[in-house]
């Protein structure tokens, strides 16, 4: 008996270890959110099929007309909402542990990953103008700027944003102007993979961090399928910069940065339920290679054996490559629908999230990193407050990153750093002002000067004052220039936005409820494991030999289902297998027929000699690329 509860409650506290977003628990953590059958499905008479169980944990999944009566698939996850899941809960169960290590100074990512048309966009974006249905991305902006609020006044913070996108497996900046220009991915060893001459805004409320993502929806590639209305035709990052200095028990400023990756995946799909053709398939076609490539980094790192992770087989592994299995805290929101027709797919988003719980990352504190940019902001401004108040006259030069910096018409400006040269000291000019004022009354008072020394006189004060004033300009655009550096850093402590206030009240309060739901469910648990181990020591006592064999057949009958469970679940993986082979074989099959249709065209207008041009010309071209 001691030992069925000692087993018991070892169940019980690797389940609550699991849940829990312990600094030392660095798997990734996986949640999967079924959303309501639509008015659609309904009418084409499918019916619910994924049950889900959110006080266990569990998925339970069933097939129609199989030839198993009683198949039934059971799959255990860190969390689980059914279809009348709250965002604001779902925020404070996956996101909020997130963006709260983020405020640390970790990294942190949260991504979502499903079929198309299972509310992957809902999830990460939701209504934004509804605080009750917003999603992820715009409660993480209301939870920083709430913690800023409620921080100390010695720490000061420095908020960025960024957005891009991958579409057919170019990198596009959607904060661009010209958004549909190729990015390259390139890698430091101090910095780690980042997008090149990709643009960062400053911000500094919750406001300007919205109209950025409204910008970036803009300009993000959407189509209508056969599933979706407004389906996601690219892969989109939305990343967060928060580098925090404050004051340690050294008296020293200590520098932390954190980066939030929020990730919205566009939706896997099959070409005979989206209906997709021409462009439509051609950006199925690199969604699902993709998504197939994270896959394989995903069980490359779960499989101990792998020493050789295809990170590069992707743009978007290579851009979550510290997400999966690196330095970073990592959740991953599995998407599914709970109509029968999407079984399968729904089995296979399944799995792909039962294998992700199981990898390992390393997160840290990035502590005085090396890129960070508000330590260079505030010696650049200690430079400028010195040579406005000091009588040091500085011709230091020093240097930063291009910064984008949106005001509140939403016009772009420029910031870089630039050589500054000596400048006058306000007490120089002050002791010039009288002087000159003192040199003009002397010439006025001296009546017998001749005229032409007068003259030069004057002309020689007229000199003197405009340099003065040309120094008075210098000093007033130093001036700027540093209130213009210290509008971009936040102090904590100060009352941002109402709205941004509004938004954290309504996460706090559904925190509480939530931690208390938890509670409640946690006592109902330890109940039902208690019931469990004092019917089990009940069975376990045996009167005669009759009972103890009809004992032993119910034990082997369990034995032989979980046998004849993992004999289709291998079954499901090799269906799902050829699923997949299938799906890829009709994707080329489509684009063959595209390429011959056009060939076809082209054989008939284009004359051969001018096709030979056409190929010789681009055949250049591509080597002077490559060059």
């Not at 908020?159 to 430091?188: A, G, M």
Request: with cysteine.
């Amino acid at each position: 008996r001691t030992s069925v509860f000692a087993f018991f409650k070892s169940v019980r506290l690797r389940r609550m270890a699991a849940k829990a977003s312990g600094k030392d628990s660095d798997n990734v953590r996986v949640a999967v959110r079924c959303r309501p059958i639509n008015e659609t499905e309904l009418r084409q008479g499918h019916t619910v099929v994924v049950r889900a169980d959110e006080v266990h944990g569990t998925i339970r999944i069933s097939k129609l007309q199989s030839r198993y009566d009683d198949e039934v698939k059971t799959f255990t996850f860190d969390t689980v909402f059914g279809p009348d899941s709250k965002q604001v809960d779902i925020y404070n169960a996956t996101a909020r542990p997130i963006v709260d290590f983020v405020i640390e100074g970790y990294n942190g990512t949260v991504f979502a990953y499903g079929q198309t048309g299972t509310g992957k966009t809902f999830t990460m974006e939701g209504n934004r103008s509804v605080p009750e249905l917003a999603g992820i991305i715009p409660n993480s902006f209301a939870h920083i700027f709430g913690h800023i609020a409620k921080s100390e006044e010695d720490t000061t913070f420095l908020v960025r944003c960024s957005y891009l996108e991958i579409y057919n497996e170019e990198v596009r900046d959607l904060l661009d102007r010209d958004h549909t220009t190729k990015k390259e991915v390139k890698e430091r060893p101090d910095v780690g993979v980042y997008v090149k001459d990709l643009k960062s805004f400053v911000v500094k409320n919750t406001d300007e961090m919205d109209k950025l993502m409204t910008i970036g929806n803009k300009n993000r590639v959407v189509g209508r399928t056969n599933m979706n209305e407004h389906s996601s035709r690219s892969h989109a990052i939305y990343t967060i910069t928060l580098e925090c200095s404050a004051l340690g028990v050294d008296k020293q400023q200590h520098l932390r940065m954190g980066k939030l990756h929020l990730v919205d995946l566009a939706g896997s799909e099959r070409q005979s339920k989206t209906g997709s053709t021409g462009e439509r398939l051609l950006e199925a076609t690199k969604i699902n290679l993709s998504l197939s490539t994270l896959g394989n980094v995903i069980s490359a790192l779960v499989d101990g054996k792998r020493t050789h992770i295809p990170y590069r087989n992707s743009k978007l592994t290579r851009l979550l490559q510290d997400s999966l299995g690196g330095n970073s805290k990592t959740v991953m929101i599995a998407n599914i629908g709970p109509a029968d027709y999407n079984y399968d797919e729904t089995i296979s988003t399944l799995w792909y999230a039962n294998r992700a719980k199981n990898i390992k990352n390393k997160a840290r504190i990035n502590e005085d990193p090396k890129d960070a940019m508000l330590r260079e902001y505030q010696k650049e401004i200690e430079l400028l407050r010195k040579q406005l108040d000091d009588d040091v006259e500085s011709s230091e030069e020093w240097e930063s990153e291009e910064e984008i910096v949106m005001d509140a018409d939403g016009k772009e400006t420029k910031c870089r750093r630039k050589k500054r040269r000596g400048s006058m000291t306000p007490k120089k000019m002050m002791a010039l002002q009288q002087q000159l004022s003192d040199e003009r009354k002397r010439l006025e008072d001296r009546r017998d000067m001749a005229e032409a020394e007068r003259q030069e006189v004057e002309d020689e004060i007229k000199r003197r004052e405009e340099e003065l004033n040309k120094a008075q300009h210098e000093h007033d655009e130093l001036e700027r220039k540093m209130t213009s550096l210290q509008s971009r850093l936040i102090v904590g402590g100060v009352d941002l936005l109402e709205k941004a206030k509004e938004q954290e009240r309504l996460l706090e309060e559904s925190a509480r409820e939530l931690a208390q739901r938890q509670q409640h469910q946690d006592k109902l648990q330890r109940q039902l494991e208690e019931k469990a181990a004092e019917r089990l020591d009940i069975e376990e006592k045996y009167v005669n030999l009759q009972e103890e064999a009809a004992g032993k057949t119910r034990k082997i009958k369990k034995v032989w289902s979980m046998l004849q469970a993992t004999k289709r679940e291998l079954e499901d993986l090799r269906t799902e297998y050829q699923r997949e082979t299938e799906g890829g074989l009709e994707n080329i099959r489509e684009l063959t027929r595209d390429i011959k249709l056009q060939s076809l065209a082209i054989d008939s207008f284009v004359p051969a000699e001018y096709q030979v041009c056409t190929v010789g010309c681009s055949i250049d071209l591509c080597i002077v690329q490559v060059s």
